[in-house]
């Protein structure tokens, strides 16, 4: 399976911590995405991050990515409890997207 | 108000019966996509399509059909031939025909089936 991996699986943090979540995955890509999901709900696009891109911002959200060893990081800082949700990255392998298996994270108040 | 509809929002069927789910848009986007999500688990993909009247089996096409007859349109039906139905559905679409875009989701159909 190309599927990416999350790590961890779940991430609890008190409110103003900051939340990193890494994303690992097996074949070259065009780019790599982060989504996130609130409890029963559709997905949210975070961020893109292409193959020749190293670092990204966006507002409270930094992605990482390092093609040689197949593996992206997304950091949230100052966390809120509205950042609760689960976190996904999906890779773009020019043919198809295929999503990780998600970070849970807890913020708590 | 643009975005993407599913309806409906849960979806309740007997086994053995054929169920049809919606999905609408209304964002102009060439691309849509379907995907199942099961408990604690990512997305996979079970159709796509990248223009009108053309769609291409994802991972888990097996005991599904869609059809893609206007733009705006992709709805998915699960048949009986589909051993495991009961699961989130989402659809989502983007802009682009390749997929180094951005997807924009429903709100999702939780089918139960029993």
């Known amino acids: 399976s190309q599927q990416g991996e999350e790590d961890p699986q779940a991430l609890s943090i008190q409110e103003g911590e900051n939340a990193t979540m890494n994303c690992s995955y097996k074949t070259s890509i065009n780019n790599l995405q982060w989504y996130r999901q609130n409890s029963g709900r559709g997905l949210v696009h975070l961020i893109l991050?292409?193959?020749?891109?190293r670092e990204k911002h966006s507002g409270r959200l930094r992605v990482t990515l390092d093609t040689s060893k197949k593996s992206s990081s997304l950091l949230i800082t100052a966390s809120r409890a509205a950042d609760t949700a689960s976190y996904f990255c999906?890779?773009?392998?020019?043919?198809?997207?295929?999503f990780g298996t998600g970070t849970s994270l807890t913020v708590i108040p | 108000d643009g975005g993407i509809t599913q309806s409906p929002k849960y979806l309740f069927r007997k086994e053995g019966q054929n169920v049809t789910l919606s999905c609408e848009q209304n964002l102009n986007h060439d691309a849509m996509y379907w995907y199942r999500q099961d408990p604690g688990q990512g997305l996979r993909l079970i159709y796509y399509?990248?223009?009108?009247?053309?769609?291409q089996k994802g991972d888990i096409a097996e005991g599904y059909s869609v059809s893609r007859e206007k733009k705006e349109s992709f709805p998915l039906t699960v048949t009986s031939a589909q051993k495991n139905p009961t699961a989130f559905y989402l659809c989502a679409s983007s802009p682009g025909r390749g997929v180094s875009y951005e997807q924009y989701f429903g709100p999702g159909t939780r089918l139960t089936v029993t």
């Open positions: 399509s990248q223009i009108v009247n053309d769609f």
């Open positions: 991050i292409r193959s020749n891109e």
């Open positions: 999906a890779t773009d392998t020019g043919n198809q997207f295929y």
